[in-house]
């Protein structure tokens, strides 16, 4: 997978993060209880969402350094 795949996940969690936030603060003025409980569950799901998108841009991006620092330490011992 790209980074810059990688990168457009890791900004639609954001976004649907954000949303999912701004749903519950609308429900929490004046939802039902089980509303407010079910948007929270949304909130926490896309939260796992986001924090998955996120890890794995990380992890690749840390790969790719290796992988750059690699290359480059074996072009400077031949």
Same mark, same amino acid.
């Given at each position: ?11 639609? +969690? ?11 603060? =609308? +429900? ?18 896309? =939260?796992?969402?986001?924090?998955? +998108?996120?890890?794995?841009? =990380? ?20």
């Amino acid at each position: 997978m790209e980074n810059s795949d990688l990168q457009a996940q890791v900004k639609q +969690a954001q976004a649907a993060l954000q949303m999912a936030e701004a749903q519950l603060a =609308e +429900a929490q003025s004046g939802a039902r209880p089980q509303e407010i409980e079910q948007t929270k569950s949304v909130v926490r799901q896309t =939260e796992l969402k986001y924090n998955t +998108a996120l890890d794995n841009y =990380e992890r690749m991006n840390n790969l790719m350094k290796k992988e750059l620092f690699l290359c480059n330490s074996m072009k400077l011992a031949n």
